[in-house]
């Protein structure tokens, strides 16, 4: 039985780390960031997570600082709490229960007690209408506390963090939304707005982005769309205001902050460029350049010491004063789309997945952290849009990770696709791949699919490349001629296999790589990698095969595929269709350690049957689900359970045959024999001399380890011990008058023609389609003589 189950999250990671603004600790030893549903607190020196803060049950919005206590910290999330942190130690001190979702948090020296968070508008119906609310923490040794003091400072605020900042030292803020500047001081309780006109005289967009005060001067500076920044004075008069402006960013400007002794302003956006201005010598500019990606947030430590830079890959990058760059926090890099799948690499376990445009990254679920990036392309991406790069789109492992191959495509004009082919190397010294040889053009179209022969080994690798050109290829890995001076070896094409003009998809070696699948669209081809012969070719109802998978140990005679609409079984040996069964399969997996597959399906309602093996799965919603396929789905076929609907049901009761028997899988249903065949509780034993010329004859990549076989071959043959006894139980008499008058029926019916052999016998007879087959009186009467025999010889034997 193939029994559905909850999916368990057993790890994760990959959290986005630059979701908001990071906080450095007081002495620059450690970098606080939200993390998901958590907060992640990294070591400056070793980029190492030393603590991960726990407890909130929903997306953390904000981290901060508390002013009073450098050791602690406040975080808030979208489940309507603050909570309190001793982030050394990672112990929760208190949690503050606000009632609404909170989407950034602020505080100030001057305000003890006192922390304002944004949350949505309670007089205002918009989705897009925030405030800024104070709230006054309680003073308590409870744990869990109720805030009941709230107040409203400002309306119609930014979500955005970036768009508020405090100035000397708590007494006014600035916030910055649209194209309106807003200054409230708290001493006066009103406030000033400035409003600039929503695009400039050269069209562009005069929209503030973010604002930051100075630590010391009444001055606030604001960055906008249009990579301007400008510095705010003499705002505490609404009339008598001025700005300066500031230009040198091309595009938006992301990030403003001041240093704590005011005498320089970072800045950074697009360009992924730091710029450091000097505040009032603006004409004097300090850069960093090539960060990698575009500057979301800027943070800089309380002692000034350090900087750090939040990017849009993921990203944290910590900067010395000196505008050095000291130490990299690199995330899981998400793009817009993962075209190389998700692949684990055999070496390292690490997750292997499109990173940074050109790259691969190798990404550990169990530390949670990056290994290491490998650049593919090995070109400078150009950050321009409309502009055809190349981007990495396949990637394939051999079985033991000695080498990784990678296809690399960009897209010139409706009809040409430049492709490369690249092979890697695993470099033990380095701990990386090093590239060993590139293939340019390796076919006329793009490459569908990439698979390595698992059971070769590093230097007898072979790699299948399937493509829309018509043809696929094997590529395999050959020493150089000894007259040249190449050192190490290289790949070089070995076979270049169609099938009647049509289009390959899918390819897939089997176990021991003896034999090797292609999809020709709705024909499946089986070839030999030794010879390169075309061994047998599989059809199967209409569609294009999708999926290729071999079965592993016991289950490998069977080959699996899949359409649009389809599951389908092939058995290797009769190289017919085994069973089909209606099913949308996205994607399908063999477990290499187990007998195990797994279908990955998106299906809604009940299945239509298809054929008598057939399987049934019904569902009450269209969630993604994982129906694992084990041996036993192989031999038998899938009933719907009467237990529950939506589970899959093998059912044993099959036709036998002798590697069934081997096995020992042979059990019986609840069904009663056939009339004159053994009870139900007798087991059926094999013709021993048909199973021993199956077993020689069956060819050696289909069956499993001969150590499998010789125990399971010889306890098949083996009485079990409550067999004797019942048999025993009907008197010795009996049994001998009654095995004297079979002999007698036994030579008559020999001779006779009313004798039916389990063969012959009529599909609407005694024996159903449920029911294993009944035996004759004549192997009746040979299993009695052989309980009779000892066998105790037998038992010492595989005792010993």
């Known amino acids: 039985m193939v029994e559905e189950a909850e999916i368990r999250v057993v790890r994760q990671g990959g959290s986005k780390i630059t979701f908001r603004e990071p906080v450095i600790s007081s002495d620059s030893r450690f970098l606080l960031c939200a993390s998901g549903h958590t ?88 989705s897009d209408a925030f405030q800024l609310v104070a709230v006054h923490l309680p003073a308590c040794a409870d744990q869990l506390v109720e805030t009941t003091e709230l107040s409203a400072v400002l309306g119609d605020v930014s979500a955005n963090p970036a768009a508020i900042a405090f100035g000397r030292a708590g007494e006014y803020l600035a916030s910055a939304n649209g194209s309106q500047l807003e200054v409230y001081f708290f001493k006066k309780k009103k406030s000033h707005r400035f409003s600039l006109k ?79 201005w000097r505040y009032e010598q603006e004409s004097q500019r300090n850069f960093l350049p090539r960060l990698g990606a575009a ?54 376990k690490a997750l292997v997945l499109n990173g940074k445009p050109g790259h691969l990254q190798f990404y550990s679920l169990q530390r949670d952290k990056l290994l290491f990036n490998l650049d593919i392309v090995q070109q400078e991406f150009i950050h321009q849009s409309g502009l055809d790069q190349y981007q990495v789109v396949r990637v394939a492992f051999d079985g ?19 492709v490369n082919l690249k092979l890697w190397a695993f470099d033990d010294h380095t701990q990386s791949f090093v590239l060993n040889t590139t293939i340019a053009a390796p076919h006329e179209a793009r490459i569908s699919a990439l698979c390595f022969d698992p059971a070769a080994g590093s230097r007898t690798a072979v790699l299948v490349s399937s493509s829309a050109d018509g043809h696929f290829k094997a590529w395999r890995l050959a020493a150089p001629p000894a007259h040249t001076d190449d050192e190490g070896a290289s790949w070089s094409c070995d076979f270049v296999g169609a099938y009647h003009g049509l289009v390959p998809g899918c390819c897939s070696f089997s176990a021991d790589g003896s034999l090797l699948a292609v999809s020709f669209q709705e024909v499946v081809t089986v070839w030999s990698p030794a010879s390169w012969e075309l061994l047998a070719t599989l059809s199967q109802p209409p569609g294009d095969v999708r999926n290729l998978c071999f079965g592993r140990l016991s289950c490998s005679k069977y080959l699996l595929g899949t359409t649009t609409k389809l599951l389908c079984c092939w058995n290797l040996l009769t190289c017919s269709l085994e069973w089909s069964t209606s099913m949308e399969v996205s994607l399908l997996l063999a477990d290499p350690l187990s007998e195990n597959m797994a ?29 694992p396929l084990s041996a036993a789905l192989s031999d038998g076929r899938c009933v719907a359970s009467r237990r529950r609907p939506d589970a899959l049901v093998i059912d044993d009761a099959v036709a036998m045959t002798p590697f069934y028997l081997l096995l020992g899988k042979h059990q019986r249903s609840g069904a009663e024999a056939p009339a004159g065949g053994p009870s139900s509780g007798t087991p059926a034993l094999p013709q021993s001399s048909a199973a021993v010329r199956e077993l020689l004859q069956t060819p050696a990549h289909v069956l499993p380890a001969a150590s499998f076989l010789c125990s399971a071959f010889l306890e098949s043959l083996l009485i079990s011990v409550t067999d004797d006894r019942s048999v025993e139980e009907t008197g010795p008499a009996d049994q001998e008058m009654e095995s004297e008058k079979e002999e007698e029926e036994g030579s008559d019916e020999e001779t006779g023609a009313g004798g039916t052999r389990p063969e012959e016998a009529p599909s609407g007879g005694a024996q159903t389609e449920g029911a294993a087959p009944g035996l004759t009186r004549t192997q009746v009467r040979e299993l009695r003589r052989v309980r009779k025999l000892d066998h105790s010889w037998l038992a010492h034997l595989l005792d010993s």
């Not at 009632?99 to 950034?104: A, D, E, N, T, V």
Request: include cysteine; charge should be negative.
């Open 39 to 126: 907060v992640k607190v990294f070591s400056t020196v070793t980029e190492e997570c030393v603590q991960e803060l726990r407890g909130h049950t929903d997306l953390v919005t904000g981290v901060l600082l508390r002013p009073s206590n450098h050791l602690q910290v406040y975080s808030c999330s979208a489940d309507g709490t603050v909570r309190l942190w001793d982030f050394t130690d990672g112990i929760l001190i208190r949690t503050y229960v606000i009632g609404y979702p909170i989407f950034s948090i602020f505080a100030s020296a001057s305000h003890d007690g006192v922390v304002f968070i944004v949350t949505a508008s309670q007089r205002d119906n918009r």
């Open 198 to 276: 929503e695009e400039n005289r050269n069209g562009g967009r005069n929209t503030l982005t973010c604002v930051a005060c100075h630590p010391t001067d009444d001055c606030v500076a604001t960055g906008h769309e249009d990579g301007k920044i400008r510095l705010w004075r003499n705002f505490s008069h609404r009339k008598e205001y001025t700005y300066s402006t500031l230009h040198w960013h091309h595009g938006a400007v992301a990030s403003l902050r001041f240093t704590p002794e005011g005498s320089n302003l970072l800045s950074g956006g697009l360009e992924s460029v730091l710029v450091q």
């Open 295 to 348: 500057i979301t947030h800027i943070a800089v430590s309380p002692d000034g010491s350090r900087f750090c830079t939040s990017h849009s890959d993921n990203k944290i990058t910590i900067i010395q004063s000196c505008v050095k760059v000291s130490s990299i926090i690199q995330g899981l890099v998400t793009g817009d789309e993962v075209q190389t799948d998700l692949m684990v690499d055999p070496r390292s």
């Open 400 to 418: 033991s990770g000695s080498w990784l191959a990678t296809v690399e495509e960009r897209k010139q004009k409706a009809a040409e696709v430049e």
């Open 599 to 627: 279908a990955f399906c998106h299906q809604d309602g009940s299945a239509d049957r298809t054929s008598e093996r057939s399987a049934f799965l019904q569902r009450r919603s269209c969630d993604p689900l994982m129906v």
